[in-house]
C-alpha cells in the first residue's frame, strides 16, 4: 500500500505552520517541530519530547522524517572524504559527499537521480536521468552528516549543490531546501556558506540573481569556445558562452557576490595556450574566480586529465590578466568521489575501492 504520509522535510516553515493549524494545533507547535527538525537535528518524532503524546501519535499517523538509507559508504584513507550512496524510499539511488578540511566540513549534495544534460566527462551523465529529488531529500543528504558530524563534536559549515543533477533545472526544491537549512530556528547556515553549481542553464542565474536568499554560484565553463563546449556541455547549444557570460554578469551585479568558474582540464581538448589566453580575455575584469580541475578519467569518456604543467601554464595565464585562479586538489579519488561512480559501481556490483576508482569522473 502506498504511503500518503507527509515528509516533514518536504516543508518550507510557512507550510508546516499551516498545515499544524489545518490539523487544528496551535500555530507554536510548528515551531517546535521545526526546531527539533533542523536545530536538534532529530530522526525520531518520539524524540520530541517537549511534544504532547497525542501530537506525537498524530504525527506518526500522518507525517514522517524523511531521513535517507545509506545503501553504500565508502571513506578515503588519503583524505578522510566521506562518500555515500543514499537509497530513496521508491528505491532510487543518488550521492553525496563530505568534505573534510581544516577549518570546513563541506558537504556536496545532489538535486537529482542522475542527469537529463549529459556532460561527456561526467559519469552521471553518461548513465542517464531517472527524476528529481524533492527539498526534502535534499535537505536530508545535509541532515545525515549533520548528525554524524554532531558526535564528533563539529557540524556542516558549507553546502555546495554539486552532485548529481542540474540543480537549476529543478529549482524549486533545490531553492525550498536551501531556504530551510539557512533558516535561523533551524541550522542557521548563512547565505554565503552555500553554492549552487551549474552547467550554464541562463534562466535559472537570472532568477538566482533576483531571489532575497543570495547562494553563491559556480558555473561549469570548461572552454571559452562554443564549438568546443557544445561537445563537452551540450546545453551550451542552447545558451551559448556570449548568453550564458550576460546572465552571470546579471547575477554579479544583483549580488555583488563573486562567481567561480568550473574548468575541467582535458588533455588535448580545452587545455592550450590559445585556450588559456582566450579565456583570460573573455572573464579579464570580471568579479570571478577561475577553479582549474584536472578531470578525474570517467571510463569510456576517451578523456584524459592535462598535466600538472599544463594546469600551471594554464592557470599563470589566467592570473597575468588579473583573474584569481587556482588549480583544485582532488579529494576522494581512491573511492571514485566524483559524482555518479559509487552508484555506478554499486549497481554493477563493483564494490572495491579499485573497481570504484575505475568509475571515476567528474560534476
Not at 506525537?56 to 555515500?84: C, F, H, M, P, W
Not at 543514499?86 to 563541506?106: I, P
Not at 558530524?149 to 531546501?177: C, D, I, Y
Request: with cysteine.
Amino acid at each position: 500500500m502506498e504511503d500518503t504520509r507527509i515528509n516533514l522535510l518536504d516543508l518550507s516553515f510557512v507550510e508546516l505552520t499551516e498545515l499544524v493549524v489545518e490539523w487544528g494545533l496551535p500555530r507554536f507547535r510548528a515551531a517546535q517541530i521545526w526546531k527539533w527538525l533542523y536545530a536538534s537535528l532529530c530522526d525520531e518524532m518520539t524524540e520530541m519530547t517537549n511534544l504532547p503524546k497525542d501530537l506525537i501519535a498524530l504525527l506518526q499517523e500522518r507525517a514522517y522524517v524523511g531521513t535517507l538509507e545509506a545503501a553504500d559508504r565508502l571513506v578515503s584513507e588519503e583524505d578522510n572524504t566521506e562518500k555515500v550512496l543514499f537509497q530513496a524510499r521508491d528505491g532510487e539511488l543518488f550521492e553525496a559527499v563530505l568534505m573534510r578540511y581544516t577549518s570546513r566540513n563541506s558537504v556536496c549534495v545532489s538535486s537529482q537521480v542522475g542527469c537529463p544534460v549529459g556532460c561527456l566527462f561526467c559519469a552521471t551523465g553518461q548513465r542517464g536521468f531517472s527524476r528529481d529529488l524533492t527539498a526534502g531529500e535534499i535537505s536530508a543528504q545535509v541532515l545525515y552528516f549533520a548528525r554524524a558530524l554532531r558526535e564528533q563534536g563539529q557540524e556542516v559549515t558549507n553546502v555546495v549543490v554539486m552532485g548529481m543533477g542540474e540543480p537549476l533545472l529543478n529549482f524549486e526544491a533545490v531553492w525550498k531546501s536551501l531556504e530551510n537549512l539557512n533558516d535561523r530556528e533551524g541550522m542557521n547556515l548563512g547565505a554565503r556558506r552555500f553554492t549552487v553549481s551549474t552547467s550554464g542553464i541562463v534562466p535559472g542565474i537570472e532568477r538566482m540573481a533576483q531571489e532575497s536568499f543570495s547562494a553563491g554560484l559556480a558555473v561549469s565553463l570548461h572552454s571559452p569556445r562554443d564549438e568546443v563546449r557544445n561537445r563537452l556541455v551540450p546545453v551550451n547549444r542552447r545558451y551559448p558562452v556570449a548568453r550564458l557570460l550576460e546572465a552571470i554578469q546579471f547575477y554579479i551585479e544583483r549580488t555583488g557576490r563573486r562567481v567561480t568558474f568550473e574548468y575541467a582540464l582535458l588533455e588535448g581538448i580545452n587545455d592550450s595556450e590559445a585556450d588559456a589566453k582566450m579565456m583570460a580575455s573573455l572573464l579579464r575584469g570580471m568579479l570571478c574566480h577561475v577553479n582549474l580541475i584536472p578531470v578525474n578519467p570517467t571510463q569510456g569518456c576517451g578523456y584524459e586529465p592535462s598535466t600538472r604543467q599544463v594546469a600551471d601554464m594554464f592557470r599563470n595565464e589566467l592570473e597575468r590578466a588579473g583573474i584569481q585562479t587556482t588549480v583544485r586538489v582532488r579529494r576522494g579519488i581512491d573511492i571514485g568521489a566524483g559524482c555518479g561512480q559509487l552508484r555506478g559501481g554499486y549497481e554493477a556490483g563493483a564494490r572495491g575501492l579499485a573497481e570504484q576508482a575505475t568509475e571515476s569522473g567528474s560534476a
